[in-house]
């Protein structure tokens, strides 16, 4: 599981803890995105190997980092998730299982199936939905939640 996080101290023992509740053994590794506050000691201290950037490179970096590690340490599948908690761990097998049947490469996990909410400013939601239409289109499939970090 890759996790990228900045200044994520109030959330990061929390979702590492979650984590290994609902998915006991499974290797975690947390992208310190070159933050200043405690992440990096608590991601640890949570029993996730980190990763600490020397600055904050953003999301993006963030996740290569994570990718290039796991490609160079032979883990698959890998799945990507946020570290603000946002992202519930009990679903992590259904996303598994999906890749797993070889039928897809890519499952992402959406924040608005089951009737759930998610709150976000306009213009965001606008974008979400544009973008979800147009995912959907390219994918000949529904795409609920295509800026989902949990994949």
């Known amino acids: ?56 490179s953003g999301y993006g970096v963030a996740l290569q980092t994570g990718f290039l590690y796991a490609v160079k340490n032979e883990f698959s599948p890998v799945i990507q998730m946020d570290a603000d908690g946002q992202h519930d761990p009990r679903y992590i097998c259904d996303l598994l299982r999906e890749v797993q049947r070889d039928e897809v490469d890519v499952a992402i996990g959406s924040r608005f199936l089951g009737g759930r909410k998610y709150q976000t400013s306009l213009a965001r939601q606008a974008g979400m939905y544009l973008f979800g239409k147009i995912a959907s ?9 295509p800026t989902s970090g949990f994949q």
């Open 137 to 145: 289109l390219f994918c000949k499939q529904k795409v609920s939640d």
């Open 1 to 56: 599981i890759i996790i990228p996080a900045y200044n994520e101290e109030k959330n990061i023992g929390k979702v590492l803890d979650s984590l290994h509740q609902w998915v006991p053994g499974i290797p975690i590794l947390v992208i310190n995105d070159g933050s200043s506050d405690q992440t990096r000691d608590i991601g640890r201290d949570h029993g996730a190997e980190v990763i600490t950037l020397p600055f904050n």
